[in-house]
């Protein structure tokens, strides 16, 4: 007779599947998030992968990780560290173990830790057995063995049997922590449609998981986090890309406009061509060019032609770009540049993430060249700034750079799913009437007209050389050439006026103010309750509007007697502020391919304070 399992209720927990690169941690990750967000949880998730396409296995370079954050209750991180640590082989323990909780729990697939790839993973003995593991829950696993016995006298190779182990180790996870098995298994049947063995042999690997997890001893207990209080309406699961590639799809429709995107494949901003490639029956067009240079002039030609224009790329991308964006500057054309930023310098980290481009986003190109610049700040704000800078674009006919990271690229959350009819109408309107045209005519925004090219008696010269003001026609007269100069500038000052005032969160003055942009939010936010919580006033406000900063920020600043600037690069914001509003602030600044930790930000904080609560 079975005995019946404990189920303990928790308010939370972080999960990290680690293993070698081809044992599927990303895809057995992914379900998990998928099937949790349907159950209701609120989720923060962080893959993290190796840079090799094929790193060497066994190694610990090799290992390829997926963290998961789940929860009864708002969240905002993917976790500092992992409550449970699933390990396919010795190498993913070697990577993780000191990031796993003090008490943590590990399951370890213990049909891989062989004399070989304990040899990879440079053990001198087998840390489930040596005490070395003394501390944490270890839940030996012959997760290999049990998957080739579920699938014995199936057409399989001992190859294809191999690989799926992952879903034995999801099928064990999902009874762990009382998952449905139904989702999974429909995504099984949808994957392999045409390969009727692949359906079988993972769903008998998923299900014998599961019934591992049921009738062994080894676990007496299981878990179950109930589903999160989040505001009605209709949610999924999406990932930061994905975001902003449905971003640019919604600004295509809003405006009316058909959405063209020229690009170079660059990790980690790739996956924005390959979800909008998927789109031509909205008239999306995608082109993969031959370089960075081809990618952005291409959609330079795609603005002049009158189509909502985009390029995507990631930092060494951008420094390729750097001239082309010169001459969308100076031929006053609505381009977005979206910059998922990785780790550097040169190609660097480049499945990482950073936050170390803000200065070249900026202020990175020859000459004076000033564009706008955003940053997303979660996954799925993404999709809200992919349509901001759309809207920006069009409106001062200039280009606009939106910064995401790699964390938030492959990092996903619950998305509210909103109506078309809760999205901002982009306005657009051509120029058709030749009577009175120049190319170079401004409105009260300092925009020129936009012109769809062909159009009868509105032809115009474009390129890089400097424009007579009105007229367009080249010039080398050097007070021309500093009039222009100015104009441009001013036009994307104007943006101030219709971007929103920075929100204060928090006490609206008093003695710290921890100021982020892009990524860090969720990781502020949490370190900024939970210093709350101890009884620290601190208050927060995270940029959105880079360049230009949103009227009422140096106002804001000089309530606070103190101002924490956490960033995962050198001081890059914390230079811009203190450049533009003349303030002192303190960094704290991080820079290991990782989203901070809460904690850490959270002891900066109450360091600032002085150690002491300062309000109760």
């Known amino acids: 007779m079975i005995k019946e399992k404990e189920v303990q209720n928790l308010a939370e927990v972080t999960v990290r599947f680690a293993g070698d690169s081809g044992d599927g941690m990303q895809l057995t990750g992914s379900q998990f998030s998928d099937t949790t967000a349907l159950v209701g949880n609120d989720l923060s998730t962080l893959p993290d992968y190796p840079a090799e396409i094929r790193a060497p296995q066994g190694t610990v370079y090799g290992v390829s990780g997926f963290q998961l954050h789940f929860s009864s209750s708002d969240i905002h991180t993917p ?4 409550d449970v640590l699933v390990a396919m082989n010795p190498a993913a323990i070697k990577k993780n173990i000191d990031e796993l909780k003090p008490g943590g729990m590990i399951i370890a697939n213990t049909d891989a830790f062989d004399k070989k790839n304990l040899q990879l993973a440079k053990y001198q003995s087998n840390p489930l057995e040596d005490g070395s593991l003394k501390g944490y829950e270890v839940y030996p696993v012959p997760i290999a063995n049990l998957t080739a016995k579920a699938l014995e006298g199936t057409s399989l190779s001992q190859k294809e049997i191999s690989r799926c182990k992952n879903f034995f180790a999801l099928g064990l996870m999902y009874w762990l922590y009382n998952r449905p098995l139904e989702p999974t298994l429909d995504w099984i049947q949808l994957k392999f449609k045409n390969k009727p063995q692949f359906i079988d042999a993972n769903e008998k690997a998923l299900k014998a998981g599961y019934n591992f997890g049921e009738m062994t001893e080894v676990f007496s207990t299981r878990y179950s986090v109930e589903p999160a209080k989040l505001p009605k309406g209709i949610y999924r699961s999406i990932s930061g890309n994905e975001a902003t590639a449905l971003g640019f799809l919604a600004a295509s429709v809003r405006s009316g406009l058909p959405l063209f995107l020229g690009s170079y494949p660059i990790t980690p901003a790739s996956e924005i061509l390959q979800y909008l490639s998927t789109y031509k029956n909205f008239g999306v067009k995608t082109l993969q060019a031959e370089d960075e240079i081809a990618g952005i002039t291409s959609a330079i030609g795609a603005a002049y032609a009158g189509d909502l224009a985009l390029t995507t790329t990631s930092g060494p991308g951008l420094a390729l770009k750097t001239e082309a964006i010169g001459l969308a500057v100076m031929t006053e054309l609505p381009l977005v540049i979206v910059d998922v930023q990785r780790g550097g310098p040169s190609t660097g980290l480049p499945t990482k993430t950073e936050q170390a481009d803000l200065l070249q986003a900026v ?44 964390y938030l690229a492959n990092g996903s959350e619950p998305w509210k799913v909103p109506h078309v009819n809760e999205l901002p109408e982009i306005p657009v309107k051509f120029r058709t009437e030749k009577e009175g045209f120049a190319p170079y005519l401004r409105d009260e925004n300092l925009s020129r007209p936009w012109v769809k090219l062909g159009t009868p008696g509105l032809e115009h010269r474009i390129g890089g050389l400097e424009k007579a003001n009105i007229t367009g026609n080249v010039s080398y007269d050097p007070d021309n050439h500093d009039k222009m100069i100015k104009l441009r500038e001013q036009k994307v000052k104007n943006m101030v006026r219709d971007i929103p005032d920075i929100i204060v969160d928090g006490e609206q003055e008093g003695e710290l103010l921890v100021v982020g942009w892009g990524g860090t939010f969720g990781a502020i936010k949490e370190a900024v309750i939970k210093a709350r919580n101890s009884g620290y006033k601190v208050s927060q406000i995270h940029f959105k509007y880079l360049n230009p900063f949103p009227k009422n920020t140096g106002e804001v600043l000089r309530r606070f007697k103190k101002i924490l600037v956490p960033e995962i690069n050198l001081g890059q914001l914390a230079k811009m502020l203190r450049n533009e509003f003349l303030i002192p602030v303190e960094q704290f600044n991080v820079v290991r391919g990782l989203p901070f930790r809460v904690t850490d930000i959270e002891n900066k904080i109450k360091e600032l304070l002085g150690g002491k609560n300062n309000g109760r």
């Open 79 to 82: 976790g500092d560290r992992p």
């Open 363 to 406: 202020y990175g190109r020859n000459g004076e060249s000033p564009v706008a610049v955003l940053a997303a700040s979660t996954p799925s704000d993404c999709f809200n700034m992919a349509i901001e800078a759309s809207r920006l674009a069009i409106k001062y006919m200039s280009p606009v750079i939106l910064l995401t990271d790699g």
